[in-house]
């Protein structure tokens, strides 16, 4: 006895085709961001940091440190070679001193976050599936809770690490975990805390010539921020 052929319907088919353009249209939405180097020191930078488990990024405002490190890291979720952005920076006024912050964690650390959050308005925009899709992979990783944490299948970026102390840093770049890169962001010449020089530079001397670590030092050539600002930085 033969059996009756079996007929998909055109709603089905139509349905089907909907899925599959969802999905390329959603798999096109997420391809790694395109990365213009300004200077020869950025291109080298972001090699260090594909080669390197841990790279320091030391230099000028404006130089494009945070700026290359969340580009980095956006760029790895994207890829889906990791999973998590582990964000940090050290909780320190600029000489202002503001006082308490009401509202709740998020709310409170969010000021001192603002500008990582900037560098991913620049390269991902505000609304989009991209953003979307970096948004979940964010972590908030402040330094007071960081004891006791490992940071696996990650990128962690440490930003303005000039303002962190000698333990704050050795806390964070031993919470390095598998499958995880970290970059380490910093200017030596602006940091607000009340001594000098700042606790950065010890552990960039100390780490020096160590395998799988490299630093970066940027100059004011490499100031991209505006023109001006590189010749203030220069006369201050």
């Known amino acids: 006895m033969r059996k009756k052929p079996v007929r998909v319907s055109r709603s089905a088919d139509k349905k089907a085709k909907r899925k599959q353009d969802a999905l390329e249209k959603e798999k096109a939405a997420l391809q790694p961001c395109d990365i213009e180097w300004r200077t020869d020191s950025q ?22 440190k945070t700026f290359l490190a969340m580009a980095y890291a956006i760029n790895e979720i994207l890829s889906k ?37 900037d560098t991913m308005d620049t390269l991902l925009g505000k609304y989009n599936a991209k953003r979307e899709f ?3 992979a964010i972590v908030l990783a402040p330094l007071c809770y960081m004891r006791g944490r490992t940071f ?3 990128v962690c970026i440490f930003d303005e ?15 390095f975990g598998q499958n995880t890169k970290m970059v380490v962001t910093g200017d ?5 805390l009340p001594f000098s020089p700042p606790p ?10 160590t395998p799988h670590i490299d630093i970066i030092q940027f100059s004011h050539a490499d100031v991209v921020r505006h023109p001006i600002v590189a010749a203030v930085l220069k006369r201050l």
């Open 161 to 175: 690490a000039q303002n962190a102390t000698y333990m704050q840093l050795k806390l964070f770049l031993s919470r």
């Open 81 to 117: 070679r990791r999973s998590q952005i582990i964000l940090t920076r050290p909780i320190v006024d600029a000489g202002e001193k503001l006082g308490f912050l009401p509202g709740s964690f998020g709310e409170k650390v969010n000021p001192y976050m603002q500008p990582l959050y």
């Open 152 to 154: 696996n299948d990650a």
């Open 134 to 136: 970096i948004n979940k």
């Open 188 to 192: 030596l010449h602006q940091s607000d």
């Open 200 to 209: 950065l530079k010890e552990v960039v001397e100390k780490l020096k010539g």
């Open 43 to 64: 291109q080298n930078a972001w090699n260090t940091l594909q080669k390197n488990d841990i790279s320091f990024l030391l230099g000028s405002a404006g130089s494009g």
